[in-house]
């Protein structure tokens, strides 16, 4: 594996520091901190340059909070200088990382999406007859500290940037174990995770020639017209994930089973020639978009905001081959269930 060097310097100057800080801001122009950021702007940019080119830049504590929908994560907010440095080094990190990546892995990179996945799913259904669905347990907080620093050290040989990524992979996330976890809502996070089982998917595409599979982050579907060699498959997965990774799946949705039954993915059931929303989805939606009414409503948000996200939920369904469920998603005579 090519291993890349001379990136610290680059990561690190003003230029790019300013363009981190202009891509670290989108959606959140009304944060305080934002604000405050950006009134001393110049100086905050100087200062950050400086603490990354003596060593002396340590990240600021999360704050965490809980999100509920569509499940309970625990979600770290990092200090928005934090995230600038995130961006910063994303800039240069993210194209050495879409270099080294398989066609079907479909999180995390640009051009691709959950979308994508989906439609890349259902081209699959069309040429096999069985799939394999996998789930990872617990992914962001099982990832392994020692594991992705040895990756992330077969791909970059810059040793200022890898004590940066070290220092940005050991801060601390509470209620995580030592040496595991990586926090949901940074960037770098997102991007590691998805280079972490990369490794996965060359094992799968490469080494046991799987011709059928498609990864959406740690959602990923394997394809065959042969039953039996899914069970082979899954074992040779379960072995890879456990012994080099140290992830483990979630057995309770591993499925192994005909894709005319439909293919459980990213909260849609896809056939060979349709695809439908998931019932639990669609009330999901729908509360979403009476909530967002309400507070237009009672004046605690403004129109644009209300707009915004009825176009989001659209632009989700938009591919859905049902009409009645994009429909209903809008009813305000939907059951809440």
């Known amino acids: 594996m090519k291993r890349h060097g001379n990136l610290f310097e680059k990561i690190v100057t003003f230029e790019n520091l300013l363009l981190a800080s202009k891509n670290a801001i989108r959606g959140k122009k009304d944060k305080r901190a934002v604000a405050s950021f ?11 340059q400086s603490e990354l080119l003596s060593g002396d830049y340590h990240p600021r504590p999360y704050i965490q909070f809980e999100v509920r929908e569509p499940k309970v994560r625990k979600i770290c907010s990092s200090d928005f200088r934090d995230r600038v440095v995130h961006h910063a080094i994303c800039n240069f990190m993210e194209p050495i990382f879409e270099s080294k990546s398989i066609y079907d892995s479909y999180a995390c990179r640009q051009d691709k999406g959950a979308h994508s996945a989906v439609k890349r799913c259902q081209s699959f259904t069309r040429r096999f007859g069985y799939f394999l669905k996998c789930d990872i347990r617990k992914f962001f907080e099982s990832i392994d500290h020692d594991i992705l620093k040895s990756i992330l050290q077969r791909t970059f040989k810059d040793p200022k940037l890898l004590s940066l990524l070290n220092i940005i992979i050991d801060h601390r996330v509470e209620g995580n174990l030592p040496g595991k976890g990586l926090p949901i809502g940074n960037l770098t996070s997102q991007h590691f995770a998805n280079y972490y089982l990369g490794f996965l998917d060359h094992f ?39 012994n080099v990774l140290k992830l483990k799946l979630k057995d309770k949705v591993t499925i192994i089973a005909p894709v005319s039954e439909g293919v459980p993915f990213l909260g849609f059931r896809v056939f060979p020639g349709l695809i439908r929303i998931k019932r639990e989805n669609l009330v999901r939606m729908r509360k979403k978009v009476h909530q967002k009414e309400q507070l237009y409503l009672e004046g605690k948000i403004p129109e644009k905001s209300l707009i915004q996200s009825v176009n989001s939920i659209v632009g989700h369904v938009a591919h859905v081959n049902s009409r009645s469920a994009r429909r209903r998603i809008f009813e305000k005579s939907l059951k809440m269930a």
């Not at 950006?38 to 950050?48: A, D, P, Q, R, V």
């Not at 595409?205 to 017209?225: A, C, T």
């Open 204 to 242: 799968i595409k490469d080494r046991l020639q799987i011709p059928g599979y498609v990864r959406y982050m740690d959602d990923f579907i394997s394809f065959s017209n042969d039953k039996e060699s899914l069970n082979r498959l899954l074992s040779e997965i379960e072995n890879f994930t456990e």
């Open 38 to 48: 950006y009134f001393h702007l110049e100086n905050e940019l100087l200062s950050l």
